[in-house]
């Protein structure tokens, strides 16, 4: 068997991941925005803490998306393996 049929997989899910979790993570900073934009901080605290929790929920999600286009990414990438 050919080393690329091993290489092909891992690198898809790889660029999967990164492209997911760019998406993702954009997708939820709009999201948040959005959703808290009737409702700007006034004080240093709360945008110190508005910023905390947009950050923790970009990661969130970034992570989450980066392993489904991961998977996604993968699985289709295996499935064309197999049928070659």
């Known amino acids: 068997?050919?080393?690329?049929?091993?290489?092909?997989?891992?690198?898809?899910?790889?660029?999967?991941?990164?492209?997911?979790?760019?998406?993702?993570?954009?997708?939820?900073?709009?999201?948040?925005?959005?959703?808290?934009?009737?409702?700007?901080p006034t004080t240093i605290r709360g945008w110190y803490l508005y910023n905390k929790t947009k950050n923790y929920r970009r990661m969130a999600a970034g992570l989450k998306h980066g392993g489904a286009d991961a998977l996604r990414l993968g699985v289709a990438t295996s499935v064309w393996v197999g049928i070659e």
């Open 1 to 40: 068997v050919q080393s690329r049929y091993f290489i092909l997989p891992v690198s898809a899910a790889a660029v999967g991941t990164i492209i997911g979790a760019v998406r993702g993570s954009r997708m939820a900073a709009l999201r948040f925005l959005a959703e808290n934009a009737h409702r700007p």
